[in-house]
């Protein structure tokens, strides 16, 4: 069956891709505005609960105050987006080669 | 020996516990960042934070209020640093390590003028921390507050005093609006629940 994924969720898969860990300002400015800052924490937040992603607290906060929280992609994040991207390459070729 | 510690006592003297190495970090291209931790009293520790780039500005947190750390100068005048006693009260030692560390660095050449600025946003985040849930604290509230400061530091580094005010005012916004939001959502869930209890 064909993960649900909204588009934030998916721009949020595709930057965590390569499997570097990131916290959320990362993104936000990595994402070219498709994230936006007053929702990536809600939407990442509820990707952890449908396990797409995972997270951890920063063990040597270099910032003096609250610890950042690193994003990094799951197995379940990486199947679900090349199932989204296998799914939108072969709508791509019906649509080029006609129905 | 114990005499000696009485007199300490009464001199308002207080050998520091603790204290970790000032740790210099880059932030990006234009600033860097220094920060340090001493450890007071028991419960009472002292983060300082500062920017290279904006002279002037050191952020130093502690984790008690700001009344605390007032009564906590009041208390302890002098500290007792390597078997003397210097005079110098629990904030500003933890800003003369900082400023020290950027003098040792060559960040800064002229020794800058400090002043004590809390970071932004303290308010929110005592007020947030006691009333949201542990985890949706630090998953969503905390992380918004510490991008904040981190923004908000940016635009201190590069001078621009206008930006900042946009960047506290802009996010402080964002929260209550979300802090709204959150209500509503964990509102709806309960009734849901009660609504399936029922049913």
Known sequence: MLPRLSTIEYAVLDILRSGREMYG????????GSIKRGTVYVTLGRM????????RAEENPTHAGMPRRQYKISGQGQAALSAVEHYQAQMSGVMANGV | MASDRKNKKLFGAYKKSK??????????????????????????????????????????????RLSDLK??????????????????????LALKFLLGAVNKEEIASKRPKAKVIPPPGQFAYRILKF?????????IFGQAIADMWEEAAEADAA????????????????????????FKVRIFKQVLDIFKLAS
């Open chain 2, 131 to 139: 009333l949201i849930r542990k985890e949706d604290f630090e998953n």
């Open chain 1, 25 to 32: 300002l990362e993104m936000v400015n990595a994402s070219n």
């Open chain 2, 71 to 92: 009564s906590l100068n009041k208390k302890y005048s002098r500290v007792v640093d390597e078997d003397s006693v210097v005079k110098v009260t629990p904030t500003s």
């Open chain 2, 159 to 182: 001078g621009d005093t206008t930006r900042r005010r946009f960047i506290v005012w802009r996010d402080h916004l964002r929260l209550a609006i979300t802090l709204a939001l959150y």
């Open chain 2, 19 to 64: 204290f970790r190495e000032v740790n210099v970090s880059a932030v990006n291209e234009r600033m860097s960042e220094l920060s340090t931790f001493i450890k007071f009293e028991k419960n009472v520790r002292l983060k300082g934070k500062y920017v290279a780039e904006a002279k002037d500005i050191v952020y130093l947190q502690s984790t008690k």
């Open chain 1, 48 to 55: 952890e609960e449908k396990k797409l992603i995972k997270s």
